[in-house]
């Protein structure tokens, strides 16, 4: 079963924009990660807010978590183009404690 | 290094041929877990660890088996490989649940 829904599938910017990608879970989450995959690599971690906690940032990246919505978002400022990746949410799933991954967000940094 | 390894990074088989894919992690990591990656389909869970001889089932197991003997290690093994196991593996570990988890490489494998 697939968790998270993100969106947008793809998003395409120009250097030194931001982007924004959300993703909406379903069932309750123990915390929410946000991880980064450079075309056919290994996943890197990137972030993770905790469901108690409805803000976070680490550098460029802030991310927010309204679980009375069941959803995220990851905002990256100021992008580059090495930023340009896939980007997946996952949720770990309080009862179980399995991680579950959205499909991810391709996004594309134009230089 | 603190890293998860796997081996093989590619493996091309025949159909019914028994495989195994090695995982290590050297972070003395309580939490392993496989996922497959296929294209339109994302990172689907097949197996997890929360610690040694403790293993459950993700949302894809059929097809595959694991053990957690040591922590460090948490192989993957196909028994009899079919043709849509073809896929991207991948190996992660992670301290506890409240960590990210650390990925390894991935294993390309093949099955004709």
């Known amino acids: 079963s697939q968790q998270g829904e993100e969106d947008p599938q793809a998003l395409s910017i120009q250097e030194g924009e931001n982007a924004t990608m959300n993703c909406s879970y379903k069932t309750s989450i123990n915390n929410l990660q946000w991880y980064r995959q450079n075309s056919g690599r290994g996943l890197v971690h990137l972030i993770l807010i905790r469901s108690n906690e409805r803000e976070k940032h680490s550098g460029r990246l802030r991310v927010t978590l309204d679980t009375s919505k069941k959803s995220s978002s990851l905002l990256i400022t100021a992008s580059r183009a090495a930023d340009t990746a896939s980007y997946f949410c996952a949720t770990d799933e309080r009862v179980k404690g399995k991680l579950i991954f959205g499909q991810g967000t391709e996004l594309s940094v134009k230089p | 290094e603190a890293q998860v390894t796997q081996n093989p990074r590619y493996l091309i088989t025949v159909t019914g041929k028994k495989l195994t894919v090695t995982c290590s992690q050297n972070?003395?990591?309580?939490?392993m877990s496989w996922y497959r990656q296929d294209p339109g389909l994302g990172l689907r869970q097949i197996y997890y660890?929360?610690?040694?001889?403790?293993?459950d089932k993700g949302d894809v197991p059929e097809g595959y088996k694991v053990s957690r003997k040591e922590k460090r290690n948490f192989p993957l093994i196909l028994e009899s490989p079919s043709p849509n196991q073809t896929s991207l593996y991948f190996c992660a570990s992670s301290p506890t649940r409240s960590y990210g988890y650390t990925f390894g490489s991935g294993t390309r494998l093949t099955v004709v």
């Open positions: 660890s929360m610690n040694v001889e403790v293993t």
């Open positions: 972070m003395n990591h309580e939490y």
